[in-house]
């Protein structure tokens, strides 16, 4: 077996062994399996409120695919084959790192050519794709988490390969719209609420098969809206997009314009000397949740479980945490409890084919008084249609 294949399996195996430890942490005996998860708190951007429906019927399950799948193509710009030009900026407030007023830029040879730079003052981050390799400034260096956050927004919010999902179902109108919105997970625990912990969420237009709001874990939201939006190649993309983090808004991105950009410098898409002699960097993709484990403490037990949404980026060589904020800061005691929990915790790198990447992260821990955690992994394998 080749090398990059030997290691790649075992880092799916680490994956796994990761996942199994999780799982037998839940159903450890005496009060801890007794306990009740409460219910994630209210939330103004919540629209699931009441009860949704599982889909079971294969054609109620094709239907919801297939308005997924025609929101998601709406983000694909890999198969706009002219060469274009998007300008974007964004603010971003709240508990991490390289908060402030960003620029982004991105063009394409409508090939397999492309680059994106996001700017914060001085900071710089500049990634070219050639033919289905990455390079970059600084290549082994982290991407900020707000710039992620705002390029999954952008190009990816939906993911892939839904169909081995469990699949819930709400109606929703709001603001004289009627929307699906479908709540995706491995699968349906017992007795859920309206919205589990361990869903994802996506609410899309009837009328248009535009998505409306992106959630992927309960305590964040993108809210995209398309006022002003004109049609460009068969995309409708949104003018603005609001992410809101516990109630509050978080990053305010505006799409500047996009357009066609015949007249490109080719030299644009050619990596410097630098950019060559580091070697090549990573790209970005969607994400994807796996749990850890986090022993329990030696305080009295509770019968119910506190869930807390910890987003954060790791460091894909040695696994530790680069930058992490909490999406559920009811409880200030115990969101900083999570926080204290993943910034210390260490996290099987990742290395495929020549080049490192980084990961990024949502995870929730569970907390009775006695605590158990699980942690999410976005992997930045750079597969997607759109550039990374």
């Known amino acids: 077996m080749p090398t990059t294949a030997r290691h790649f399996e075992r880092s799916l195996r680490r994956f796994a062994r ?13 009060p801890v399996l007794l306990a009740q998860t409460n219910p ?17 019927k294969p054609a109620e399950r094709s239907a919801a695919l297939d308005l997924l799948d025609r929101a998601r193509q709406n ?9 274009y030009a998007l300008k974007a900026s964004f603010e971003s407030n709240g508990a991490a790192q390289m908060e402030g007023e960003w620029t982004m830029e991105e063009i394409s040879d409508g090939g397999s050519h492309w680059r994106w730079t996001a700017q914060l003052q001085d900071l710089a981050t500049i990634r070219i794709g050639v033919d289905g390799r990455v390079y970059g400034t600084s290549p082994s260096e982290p991407i900020p988490m707000r710039v992620q956050l705002v390029r999954s927004a952008l190009h990816w919010p939906i993911m892939r390969n839904a169909g081995a999902a469990a699949i819930r179902a709400a109606d929703i109108e709001r603001d004289g719209r009627k929307m699906s919105c479908l709540l995706l997970s491995a699968s349906i625990p017992p007795n859920p609420a309206p919205r589990s912990w361990v869903e994802r969420e996506y609410c899309i237009d009837n009328a248009t098969g535009l998505l409306r709001m992106w959630s992927e874990a309960p305590g964040i939201y993108a809210v995209y809206d398309y006022s002003g939006a004109a049609p460009f190649h068969g995309h409708s993309l949104p003018r603005q997009v ?37 070697g090549e960097s990573f790209a970005l993709a969607s994400p994807n949740r796996f749990p850890m484990r986090v022993d329990p403490s030696d305080g009295p037990t509770s019968p119910f479980f506190q869930p807390v949404i910890v987003h954060a980026i790791l460091d894909a060589q040695d696994g530790h945490v680069l930058d992490a904020e909490a999406l559920q800061n009811s409880d ?16 099987a790198p990742v290395r495929i084919s020549a080049g490192s990447f980084y990961q990024r992260a949502i995870s929730y821990a569970r907390n009775p008084n006695r605590w158990s955690a699980h942690i999410s992994l976005l992997r930045a394998v750079g597969d997607l249609g759109s550039p990374g």
């Open 332 to 347: 200030r005691d115990l969101s900083r409890a999570a926080l204290e929990t993943v910034a210390s915790a260490s996290f």
């Open 242 to 278: 609001s992410i809101f983090e516990d109630g509050r808004p978080a990053v305010q991105v505006r799409l500047e314009s996009i357009e066609d950009a015949p007249n490109l410098d080719a030299n644009l898409f050619k990596p410097t000397p630098e950019m060559a002699d580091a």
């Open 75 to 83: 983000f694909n710009l890999h198969d706009v084959s002219v060469p």
């Open 40 to 56: 994630p708190p209210a939330d103004s951007h919540e629209m699931v409120t009441r009860e949704p429906r599982t889909l079971t």
């Open 18 to 30: 990761y996942l199994s430890f999780a799982l037998l942490a839940l159903t450890v005996p005496g």
